[in-house]
């Protein structure tokens, strides 16, 4: 079992930057890939970032829709992924997950990821 407990959420403006952040309990974080997903009112919920295991250099996976705005990162010390997320825009606002995979590679589908967070808020107002 993997407790993950994301954090860093909020309600900013257009144009201003969020970073989230979310803990591992597991001791072996560095073996697995890590990734955020997103779910806006209404909508699915979707692939954001990913970054692979250590043992694939830690690779990272952006979706087109936040490519060259967020960048998602490991602090494998800190049990720790986090989600920059620079130049929000209203469409961003949706509650954020982290979720877990055992798959090296850093996968988009969502059901090959194992554990997941609670959730967390980011509202983007115009």
């Known amino acids: 079992q993997v407790q993950l407990v994301e954090s860093g959420g909020g309600s900013v403006q257009a144009g201003e930057s969020l970073t989230l952040s979310c803990a591992a309990s597991r001791r072996t974080f560095r073996s697995y890939s890590m990734a955020w997903f997103r779910q806006a009112p209404g909508k699915e919920r979707e692939f954001i970032a990913a970054?692979?295991?250590?043992?694939?250099?830690?690779?990272?996976i952006h979706a087109d829709s936040v490519k060259g705005r967020f960048a998602i990162s490991r602090d494998n010390a800190k049990n720790t992924v986090y989600l920059q997320m620079n130049s929000l825009k209203p469409e961003d606002t949706a509650v954020y997950y982290c979720?877990?995979?055992?798959?090296?590679?850093?996968?988009?589908?969502?059901?090959?990821?194992?554990?997941w967070g609670q959730g967390i808020q980011v509202s983007v107002s115009s």
């Open positions: 979720a877990v995979s055992d798959k090296s590679y850093g996968p988009k589908l969502e059901a090959e990821y194992d554990y």
């Open positions: 970054v692979t295991t250590s043992w694939s250099g830690s690779s990272t």
